[in-house]
């Protein structure tokens, strides 16, 4: 079965650094996609950054990096230079082979980011 | 900008009343998903819809139903609200050959 673990309920930054969030999954499927999610204290879902499991390059968006390790199942995000408003919970999600773009969602980490 | 909304942000009930949940969504998008989210757990998917009328159950279907008379709206209904059914409850919807999905507010959801 589909598996999508973050080891690491919480994690603090100092502002201006760089912080890793860990994610790794677990699927025999070739083809499948990886995303990461920012939730705020507000509550609503926001889509940060996706990667495919064909794609060559890491993606990228912004601040946001995807450090993808496909022979280690790992997909961590990097969030470089932090901000105050980066404090946040972050999940990270998995697109398998159960077709119709269903997610399978980890346990998320809660990110503090420090002044 | 793709919009889901949430027919409420919070709300509580008690034990045993039928309690509905609506989902609205603005771009036309077949796919739509209802999940729960608890602390530690992540969000966990109940039902979803690919078509108007169509349902699959995904990993908790149990205690819940769901109406899709209408490609925008997605409806999540509790028959008979229990106290583990307090949580968070988040929508989504998606396009076809689209993984990436757009979420709702949530509606924090009180069984008293």
């Known amino acids: 079965a589909q598996k999508i673990t973050q080891t690491q309920p919480g994690m603090f930054v100092q502002e201006k650094e760089a912080v890793t969030l860990d994610c790794t999954y677990d699927?025999?499927?070739?083809?499948?996609?990886l995303f990461w999610y920012k939730q705020p204290s507000s509550g609503e879902m926001i889509f940060l950054i996706y990667?495919?499991?064909?794609?060559?390059q890491n993606a990228t968006e912004g601040r946001y990096s995807l450090n993808f390790q496909k022979a280690r199942k790992s997909a961590n995000l990097v969030i470089s230079a932090s901000q105050l408003g980066d404090s946040a919970m972050y999940f990270c999600?998995?697109?398998?082979?159960?077709?119709?773009?269903?997610?399978?969602f980890g346990a998320g980490t809660r990110l503090a980011v420090h002044p | 900008d793709v919009k889901v909304t949430q027919s409420s942000r919070y709300l509580v009930k008690r034990t045993g009343e039928k309690v509905f949940l609506e989902c609205v969504q603005d771009?036309?998008?077949?796919?739509m998903f209802w999940y729960r989210q608890d602390p530690g757990l992540g969000l966990r998917l109940i039902y979803f819809?690919?078509?108007?009328?169509?349902?699959e159950k995904g990993d908790i279907p149990e205690g819940y139903s769901v109406s899709r008379e209408k490609k925008e709206r997605f409806s999540l209904i509790l028959e008979s609200a229990s106290t583990n059914q307090t949580s968070m409850y988040l929508c989504?919807?998606?396009?076809?050959?689209?993984?990436?999905?757009?979420f709702g507010p949530g509606t924090r959801l009180t069984v008293l």
């Open positions: 989504a919807s998606s396009a076809p050959h689209r993984d990436e999905q757009f």
């Open positions: 771009m036309d998008h077949e796919n």
């Open positions: 990667q495919g499991s064909y794609d060559e």
């Open positions: 699927t025999s499927d070739q083809s499948y996609g």
């Open positions: 999600a998995g697109s398998f082979s159960g077709g119709y773009n269903k997610l399978i």
């Open positions: 819809s690919y078509d108007v009328k169509m349902k």
